[in-house]
Every structure is written in C-alpha cells, then in structure tokens.
T-cell receptor, first 112, second 113 residues
Framework: RKEVEQDPGPFNVPEGATVAFNCTYSNSASQSFFWYRQDCRKEPKLLMSVYSSGNEDGRFTAQLNRASQYISLLIRDSKLSDSATYLCVVTDRETSYDKVIFGPGTSLSVIP | DGGITQSPKYLFRKEGQNVTLSCEQNLNHDAMYWYRQDPGQGLRLIYYSQIVNDFQKGDIAEGYSVSREKKESFPLTVTSAQKNPTAFYLC????????????FGPGTRLTVL
C-alpha cells in the first residue's frame, strides 16, 4: 500500500459546482497534513494546512479523519482559476526528522 | 523579495554528461530539499539537508549528488549514473526539516537527449 493515495481524476466540473477530493494515508502515527496546489508545469504552493478540528478558508474546507486515516478537501462554487492539480501532503515522524510525503495529486478542470 | 530560485528553467544535455542544477534561497531557512517529478506522478525526494554541511539521501538518491556549503545554496548534480534523468526537478526549503510549509522554486525541466 502506498504511503499517501489520491484519486488521480481528472475531475471535470462546471463552474459553480462543489467538488470534493479525498486522500488516504497509511501511517496511523502521521502528524501533520496539508493540501498543496500545483498549476500545470509550475511548482507546488501551499493551499492550506489541515487541522484536527477541520478548517475553512473562503471556498475551501479541509477535514481530517484520523480514525479512518483520510483527509478531504472541499471546494465550493468552483472557479475556472481553481483548475489545477491538488496534492495531499502528510508528515511522519522519523527517528531524527519529520518525513514529508507527497501524494500523486488529483487533477481538477473547471469548465465554463 | 524573499524566495527560492532555480536555474536554468530548461536544460538539455547529452546522455553520459553530468549536469548541475542550481538552487538558491534567501528565506534564511535551515532545511532544503530536492525532488523529482515525472508525468502523472507525485514528488519523490532525492536528497535533503537539515543544516549547512549536512545532507541525507532521500528515497531515490542513486545517480545524484548534492552539497550544502552555504545556507543559501543546495546544488544538485545529476550524474551519468542516473539511468533515467529526464524529469522536472524541484528544489524546496522550509524553516526546519519537515517543519510546516515548504516553499518551492520554479523548477528545472531537464531533458537528456
């Protein structure tokens, strides 16, 4: 089983739609969780951290379910500019450092 | 402006040649990383450095080498021993190793002919 798994998509949704992505992780002791956004042929950029209580930033809502070992990202009222690949990121405590693990990403295309 | 830079953006090399990719940051971050990204795949860690004069192998270090002589700089050399070097290479930094947000450079797209 891969350490971090995501549905690769692509997700093709119309403008204004609500779309949700899930990400599962294999290590129950994973400590920190993030969503990054990567535009085509560009570098990843942090979208939001994911907290145990869940958190919201405008149209974006992130949730963490430790019992089931998954995190989710909900995008409401999708915009054309939301088209990108969304990377789930998990950190695991190793003996001397926090190992950062990137998921393969989920591709989103918002269609006019 | 604070940030992380990589050069060049595109690089073409003949098979069998070593090539060095540049990565510089002025964010005063201790930790730096090199990743490789292939089409349709996630980022894979090549090397990381927690502090100056220290670096460790990541998951796919074979055929690569790095140095960290200055806090600001973490160059990556792709050697002729790397069997499939054509890829998108991303450098990143963070305040401490694994600590919170990683800031990425714009990447270098290496093509070996």
């Amino acid at each position: 089983r891969k350490e971090v798994e995501q549905d690769p998509g692509p997700f093709n949704v119309p403008e204004g739609a609500t779309v949700a992505f899930n990400c599962t992780y294999s290590n129950s002791a994973s400590q920190s969780f993030f969503w990054y956004r990567q535009d085509c042929r560009k570098e990843p950029k942090l979208l939001m951290s994911v907290y145990s209580s869940g958190n919201e930033d405008g149209r974006f809502t992130a949730q963490l379910n430790r019992a089931s070992q998954y995190i989710s990202l909900l995008i409401r009222d999708s915009k054309l500019s939301d088209s990108a690949t969304y990377l789930c990121v998990v950190t695991d405590r190793e003996t001397s450092y926090d190992k950062v693990i990137f998921g393969p990403g989920t591709s989103l295309s918002v269609i006019p | 402006d604070g940030g992380i830079t990589q050069s060049p953006k595109y690089l073409f090399r003949k098979e069998g040649q070593n090539v060095t990719l540049s990565c510089e940051q002025n964010l005063n971050h201790d930790a730096m990383y090199w990743y490789r990204q292939d089409p349709g795949q996630g980022l894979r860690l090549i090397y990381y450095s927690q502090i100056v004069n220290d670096f460790q192998k990541g998951d796919i270090a074979e055929g690569y080498s790095v140095s960290r002589e200055k806090k600001e700089s973490f160059p990556l050399t792709v050697t002729s021993a790397q069997k499939n070097p054509t890829a998108f290479y991303l450098c990143a930094s963070s305040i401490t190793i694994g600590g919170g947000e990683q800031f990425f450079g714009p990447g270098t797209r290496l093509t070996v002919l």
